[in-house]
DNA sequence: CTGCAACTTCAAGTCGGCTTGAAGTCAAGC
DNA sequence: GCTTGACTTCAAGCCGACTTGAAGTTGCAG
């Protein structure tokens, strides 16, 4: 298809990611070397179109098991429709929080409230996510999607 | 305001977190009890609100560190409101990732391809996030985890 | 040919966010 | 007054996603 290979360093320059993070991806199955260069390993450049959506799938919260899932991926599965369609609702409400949340943070910025935990308009906000009472699986799926200190 | 203190164990199931939990945000600086009975921790009604938003954040993908500092929000702090509002641009970009994954799943699970990787629809979306293939960009090794959610 | 930067493997370490376990305290219902 | 079960502390463990380190190999510029 074209004659250009890449090695792992390039492949890392390209994708952002480091050497090592290829290393363990396809030790996790997400990703796979068109071969080896002696020992060294060599991509097709598609790989980076395939690590832009897995970078994409972990920043909107997917677990690698997940996302190897998905890439495998076996013909006709009706099984896998059903679970990507109920992924994407899973997305839906991850984005009504996320919604919620950058509207209280936009207000919060604005308003006058010495403390978050002062502001009115934040609580009222809040409170409608207050189904909790009785059961709450609180294990919903979250997600990342910040720098938040690589530290 | 009113004289129901509640203990740790009606605040767990009210909010839907364990008591090991509530603790250990005790101990990070998230929340903090009214007062003892005996050793006993006792809760103002209020935490509820508090861990509300708590729970929002996290779910937002906030770190705990994170959200004390924004529960803690000293008064008028300028730097605060600017902190606030470039959560809010974070957010902005969160959602439009997590709208594009949403999107791309719902294609995926309707259009007829074997694998994932196979589907030129979802390709086509992807490369544009695909801003990678210049530089290294040497500030962004990759994301933080995040928590994923239990089994 | 040589030197060395870039690769290789494998094991162990790190970090965040909790959970679990051991061992003890205590308020209240019988 | 005794039992019981919900609480207490503290330390250690766990999981996911990587990173780091040690020790060894190798393609290629000079």
Sequence with gaps: ??????DIGQVAR?????TSTLRYYEDRGLIRPAGRHGLRRVYEPS?????????????????????????????????LR?????????LDAALARLTLMRDNLRHAAGCGHPRLADCPHLNTAVEST??????????????PGFPASRA
């Design 130 to 143: 207050l189904p909790l009472g009785e059961q709450a699986d609180l294990d919903r799926p979250a997600f």
């Design 82 to 90: 059903a679970r990507l369609a109920a992924k994407a609702d899973e």
């Design 47 to 79: 790989v980076l179109r395939q690590l832009a959506l897995i970078v994409l799938a972990r920043q909107t919260g997917f677990g690698l098991d997940e996302i190897a899932g998905l890439l495998q991926a076996t013909p006709a599965d009706a099984d």
């Design 14 to 18: 390209d994708s952002g990611l480091t």
């Design 1 to 6: 298809m074209d004659g250009a290979l890449l």
